[in-house]
Every structure is written in structure tokens, then in C-alpha cells.
Antibody
């Protein structure tokens, strides 16, 4: 069965950096695009970033463009999110999510991890 | 950016009754719309994609309809496990996919 397990969350000061990881199993990781989606405490869902199955295309929400970098290592079945210049408004649970399309571009999310909490606070 | 607006914000329904949730897009998204269910402390779960196709393992009491700018999620006979928050998401105007703000379905 598909499993997505996030790690790397924690408390960081404003302006700091953090790197999230998502270990994937139960499917052919190198055949699917992957996303990061976040949810601030008590709020709704916000799409953050997408990376194509081969890493050739990456897309970002305007709110994180220039500060966050999505990447993947298909040899390790792992997705990453490098977060720099963190702000209080980046505080959220960060979910990794699998795109539904096989060898496709961005669409909807058919599997989600359980999330990792990032808190930006001094 | 396409804005997705869900209504109502909160819906109170009794178990066994029908629930109808709405999602409106600020411009046409064709049938590129998905619905998710999220329970407290859990990750979202995919219910519907392509506006009307149930995801694997989703009970038949969940159905989706609509196209263009108006969409509906219907739960035909509410079970206790269905009380949750529901989100719609458009994936027509990628890469800027967007979610609605959610509808909380609560027990009446």
C-alpha cells in the first residue's frame, strides 16, 4: 500500500531554514509527480509546490516562490522541501502528497502523508 | 488565480439524512475538480475526482456533480463517520491549483 512519511518539522526562528523530507513506498515513485501542501493551524489547505516525476519541472505558490525549493531523489524514493527565510505565516502542518497522474503533470492528490508541523517563532 | 468558494461554511445535518455541499469557481475549471474529506488530526482523503468519479474505496453514498463553475458533493445518507470538513480543489488552471475554504459538516 502507498505510504508517505514526512519528517524534519520543528520550531525555527523567523528568517531561519528547515528541510522537510518525505519517504515514499508502495508505488513506483519515479513515475509520479509529487506535491507539498500545507495547513496553518485551524485553517484550510494551501498548495505549496509540485515537482514532475523526473524533476524536470517545478512549480510554486506565489507565497513561497524564491524562498522554498522542492526536489526529489528517485534513487531514494524521497521528496524534499528546502524552506529558507521562514516567516511566522509559514507556520503550518506540511503534507506531502502524491499526484494521481502516471507520468503526468500536476493534477489532484490521491495519497497524502500524515504531515509534519513547522512552527516559525522567536 | 481561480478562487474556489464553498458554501455553506458549516452544515448541520442529522444522521441518515442527505447532505449537499456546494463549490463555485471564479472561472470555468471544466470537470477538473476534486473533493477531499478531512477529519480532525488526520490528513485529507480523496473522495471524488473529475467532478464525479469516486476514488478507490469510497462508498457509493458519496457522489459529485457539476462542470464549469458550479459543483456539488452529495452524501446520500449520512453515517457517523462522515462528519468532517470537506474541501474542493480545482486542477484546471495549473500550476496554480487552488482549494476552497472548506465546509464543516456537523451533527445536528
Amino acid at each position: 500500500q502507498v505510504q508517505l512519511v514526512e519528517s524534519g518539522g520543528g520550531v525555527v526562528q523567523p528568517g531561519g531554514s528547515l528541510r522537510l523530507s518525505c519517504a515514499a513506498s508502495g508505488f513506483t515513485f519515479s513515475s509520479y509527480g509529487m506535491h507539498w501542501v500545507r495547513q496553518a493551524p485551524g485553517k484550510g489547505l494551501e498548495w505549496v509546490a509540485f515537482i514532475r516525476y523526473d524533476g524536470s519541472n517545478k512549480y510554486y505558490a506565489d507565497s513561497v516562490k524564491g524562498r522554498f525549493t522542492i526536489s526529489r531523489d528517485n534513487s531514494k524514493n524521497t521528496l524534499y522541501l528546502q524552506m529558507n527565510s521562514l516567516r511566522a505565516e509559514d507556520t503550518a502542518v506540511y503534507y506531502c502528497a502524491k499526484d494521481a497522474l502516471w507520468f503526468g503533470e500536476l493534477s489532484f492528490f490521491d495519497y497524502w502523508g500524515q504531515g509534519t508541523l513547522v512552527t516559525v517563532s522567536s | 488565480e481561480i478562487v474556489m468558494t464553498q458554501s455553506p461554511a458549516t452544515l448541520s445535518v442529522s444522521p441518515g439524512e442527505r447532505a449537499t455541499l456546494s463549490c463555485r469557481a471564479s472561472q470555468s475549471v471544466s470537470s477538473n475538480l476534486a473533493w477531499y474529506q478531512q477529519k480532525p488530526g488526520q490528513a485529507p482523503r480523496l473522495l471524488i475526482y473529475g467532478a464525479s468519479t469516486r476514488a478507490t474505496g469510497i462508498p457509493a453514498r458519496f457522489s459529485g456533480s457539476g462542470s464549469g463553475t458550479e459543483f456539488t458533493l452529495t452524501i446520500s445518507s449520512l453515517q457517523s463517520e462522515d462528519f468532517a470538513v470537506y474541501y474542493c480543489q480545482q486542477y484546471n488552471n495549473w500550476p496554480q491549483v487552488t482549494f476552497g475554504q472548506g465546509t464543516r459538516l456537523e451533527i445536528k
